[in-house]
C-alpha cells in the first residue's frame, strides 16, 4: 500500500459513502484508477466489509457494560458452545479471549440496569461460568471505529 492507497482509506473509514468520484478527487486521481484501487483494497481483504454506525440514544442501547468472565473449563467443547451462546445474544457487541486474570471480556449494549439483568440472567443460563463482574461505562470519553493507518505497510 502506498500512500495513496492509506489516504483513500482513511476517507472510506471516515465515512464510507463517498463516491468514487469525491475520493478520486481528495486523493489526487481521476475516478477509474482510483475505483480500481478500492476494488483492490477490498479484494486483498484490507477493507472487509462497509457498514452504517447507527445512533446508539435513538435506538435505546445508551448504557455500555464491560463483562469480564472468568471459567474454569479451558477446552475447546466448552468454547464453542460459550461462542455459540454468546452469538445469539444480540446484546453482545465484542467479545474478546483475554490473557491474565479475566478469561474473556465483553462489551455490551442495553437500555438500563433492569435490560442488563435480563441479558445477565439469560448469559449464566447458556454458559457455565466461573465468575462474571460487570462494569458500567459512567461517560465516553473516547470512540471510533477507524484504525490508526500510521502503521500500515
Known sequence: MDRIDL???DLLQHDATLSTSDIADAVGLSTTPCWRRIQNLDKDGVISRRVALLDRDHL?????????????QHNKRWLDAFAKSVAALPEVI???RMSGEVDYLMRVVVPDLAAY???????????SLYDVSSSFAMERIKYTTALPLTYAT
Open 94 to 96: 465484542e467479545l474478546y
Open 60 to 72: 435505546n442501547v445508551s448504557v455500555d457494560a464491560f463483562v469480564a468472565i472468568r471459567t474454569d
Open 117 to 127: 439483568d435480563s441479558f445477565y440472567l439469560r448469559l449464566i443460563r447458556e454458559a
Open 7 to 9: 489516504r483513500i482509506l
